[in-house]
């Protein structure tokens, strides 16, 4: 009944010509019933009470819930008390103005009035999508509207902030984030300057799910004791000396997701991880320059206490020479996730992985792409996978590896009612 009430709202509210909704009052009829013809089902919502109207407002972008004020006097400051705010540059994009400066005055003109005009409730989410000048006429002071807007929404105890920025970095200050109630933070295309993640620690004592894309960290050490999920997506890079190597210490941290990054010289230092359950790693392609048996090894052992593990190596080939023990043991591993790269090779990595996984129940094997591999010599090829259950096998119709992979399982003395194959494009 909700979702109804709240398209036939979105309906109505875009269906209206556009209004300087700041300036101008509502008239004194009902525009919808003069509209319709039929005044039931508007009848029926405006009789609703006030906390359901204004959930149903907060799931609407916070342009689309001010145009509501022109419905009726009924609604006329129902948008001041919505506790979620969401304002994104390209709702500008389609007003006929000359160009994308004109477009950004207005979007932040409107921000500033929304902010300064709505009542003083508590925020439960920020949402921001915010666009700078291109590189030719970049300044650093573009970016202050942003912090600005940060600042004033967390001094409202937003518990969920989301800043996605288009062109060019936006330049945070730390300063803004110093909050009792943050819960949740997603950055998309930032510059995070050095000390971003210490102010981060004090200021945000309640933090606990940290989102970072196209960010440019300058940070070398990231620590943080209250954190149960970090991610790192999208070009992350870790911007500082080539010698030098970053390391993440999180105690209390239970999810960590690597998602086609770091950028940097070499994989980062995991550190304080005994919390950690779940764990995706996606490494491929020019995301480290320098990646070695003693990195892998590194990185790997601060991954050794979860439960469930996606890993996909591709950065370059590494050859693992005289035996070397670059696998740590997964006492507590239930579910794996490896890739092409450790199918090739003789499966080698794939056998060192199960050598190592005593505890493991469900197998997943992702056949696609052709990526560097981890290589290698074992003296010992055999494994014993005691409590494995299932293992499927996801990869295209006509997977040239499929056929090698059912043999090495059914030679390793994996039943065929234990192997399942699921085709995808």
């Known amino acids: ?59 609407l972008r916070s342009r689309e819930a001010v145009h509501t004020c022109v419905l009726a006097r009924r609604w006329r400051d129902l948008w001041q008390w919505v506790p979620c705010i969401d304002v994104s540059f390209k709702e500008f994009a ?35 999508e915010y666009r700078l000048p291109t590189d030719g006429d970049y300044a650093e002071d573009d970016s202050a509207g942003a912090n600005l807007w940060i600042a004033h929404v967390l001094q409202y105890k937003a518990q969920a902030v989301k800043v996605v920025t288009q062109n060019e970095y936006l330049q945070l200050a730390p300063s803004v984030f110093t909050s009792a109630y943050l819960k949740r933070l997603h950055i998309c295309n930032a510059n995070l300057i050095q000390g971003f993640f210490k102010h981060l620690q004090m200021g ?29 997506a999208d070009d992350v890079m870790f911007s500082f000396n080539n010698g030098d190597q970053a390391s993440i210490s999180a105690p209390n941290l239970t999810s960590l997701s690597f998602e086609w990054c770091p950028s940097a010289a070499r994989l980062p230092v995991l550190k304080n991880m005994t919390s ?37 190596y591709g950065v370059k080939k590494v050859e693992m020479k005289d035996n070397y023990r670059w696998c740590p043991t997964f006492g507590n591993l239930i579910n794996l996730t490896l890739h092409s790269s450790c199918v090739h090779g003789d499966f ?27 290589t290698g010599e074992l003296e010992d090829r055999s494994f014993t996978c005691e409590q494995l259950e299932i293992v499927e096998i996801i990869c295209s119709e006509g997977n040239e590896l499929l056929p090698w992979v059912n043999q090495f399982l059914l030679d390793s003395g994996i039943r065929p009612d234990q192997m399942r194959v699921i085709y995808e494009d």
């Open 204 to 232: 945000c004592p309640v933090l606990e799910y940290l989102l970072l894309s196209n960010t440019n960290i300058q940070d070398l050490d990231i620590f943080s004791n209250t954190l149960k999920a970090l991610t790192l």
């Open 348 to 374: 080698y990595a794939l056998i060192v992985f199960l050598q190592n996984s005593p505890s493991l129940k469900k197998l997943t094997l992702e056949l696609y792409q052709d990526i560097p591999t981890i």
């Open 276 to 312: 950690l359950e779940t764990a995706s790693v996606v490494l491929l392609w020019g995301t480290i320059r320098y990646c070695d048996a003693d990195g892998i090894k590194q990185f790997l052992g601060g991954l050794s206490h979860v439960r469930s593990l996606n890993f996909c």
């Open 1 to 59: 009944a909700a979702d109804s009430r709240l398209a036939f709202v979105h309906f109505r509210c875009c269906s209206l010509p556009a209004h300087n909704l700041f300036d101008e009052t509502p008239p004194s009829s009902d525009p919808m019933a003069e509209a319709s013809g039929d005044g039931g089902m508007e009848d029926k919502i405006s009789a609703l009470p006030d906390e359901l109207l204004i959930h149903v407002l907060s799931h």
């Open 94 to 128: 389609d007003m006929p103005y000359e160009d994308d400066d004109e477009d950004d005055f207005e979007f932040k003109k409107f921000v500033n009035r929304l902010l300064m005009l709505r009542r003083p409730v508590d925020l439960e989410a920020f949402r921001l």
